[in-house]
């Protein structure tokens, strides 16, 4: 039997496929690749790139609140972005200031396309709260 504890952020829409928004096991949380859909569902793909990230942003922080952990705790981040030349600053800038001075681990990674047409998506790992 695992220990392995599935979840889904009550605040956000059910996830579309067969996966969940985390899964806890042995003290960490792995947050499944957040993507910019607003609580209602609605896929921000004509919106603005710093619109989108902030959503997702948004609900990263929405999904370790409901495993009961903060971005305080991450470890990890792994970042998917479309068009790293002109988009890269942008988020830079507004991941900076969302995690302040901490230093989880990041990859970023350069995708010629993401689902729906989206322009960026994270998943991470945190410590447990």
Not at 87 to 103: Q, T
Request: net charge negative.
């Amino acid at each position: 039997m695992s220990d392995a504890r599935y979840l889904n952020a009550p605040q956000l829409r059910p996830p579309a496929g067969h996966y969940s928004h985390a899964v806890c096991a042995n003290g960490f949380v792995f947050v499944a690749g957040q993507i910019p859909v607003t609580p209602t569902g609605e896929k921000l793909v004509d919106a603005p790139f710093e619109t989108q990230v902030r959503q997702v942003l948004s609900n990263l922080d929405a999904v370790l609140a409901a495993a009961g952990t903060d971005r305080s705790r991450l470890v990890q981040v792994r970042v998917y972005v479309t068009d790293m030349e002109s988009h890269w600053p942008a988020f830079d800038a507004l991941y900076s200031a969302w995690i302040g001075e901490l230093r989880p681990a990041r990859a970023v990674v350069p995708v010629p396309t993401l689902h729906y047409g989206l322009a960026v998506e994270i998943e991470a790992t945190a410590v447990a709260g």
